[in-house]
């Protein structure tokens, strides 16, 4: 069974940094593609940033050159740092294996708040 817990959030001022990070419990972690997805109230879940099992990434272009994915498959860890943060990043996030990036999620976590106060 996947279970992925994400930690990180909370509340910070626009222009502010955050990191989140994703603990898997998965016994192939290295071999799914990962992505963070956030959803803000009212509004659809969105890929925002993923990474292949090779490294490759993917930024949606609201948060190209701001948001950071990367993984460490030693410790089944997924990890996104976000700097410049602006007050529409407000979402819940929430990190989800993939089969490939863009493939539909195989499991959700509980997801962590990130609030951004202008």
């Keep these: 069974q996947v279970q992925l817990v994400e930690s990180g959030g909370g509340l910070v001022q626009a222009g502010g940094s955050l990191r989140l990070s994703c603990k898997a419990s998965v016994f192939t972690f290295s071999a799914y593609a990962m992505g963070w997805y956030r959803q803000a109230p009212g509004k659809e879940r969105e890929l925002v ?62 997801g962590t708040q990130v609030t951004v106060s202008s």
């Design 49 to 110: 940033v993923g990474i292949s099992s090779g490294g490759g990434t993917y930024y949606a272009d609201s948060v190209k050159g701001r948001f950071t994915i990367s993984r460490d498959n030693a410790k089944n860890t997924l990890y996104l740092q976000m700097n410049s943060l602006k007050a529409e990043d407000t979402a819940v996030y929430y990190c989800a294996p993939m089969e490939y990036i863009e493939s539909s999620p195989v499991s959700w976590g509980q």
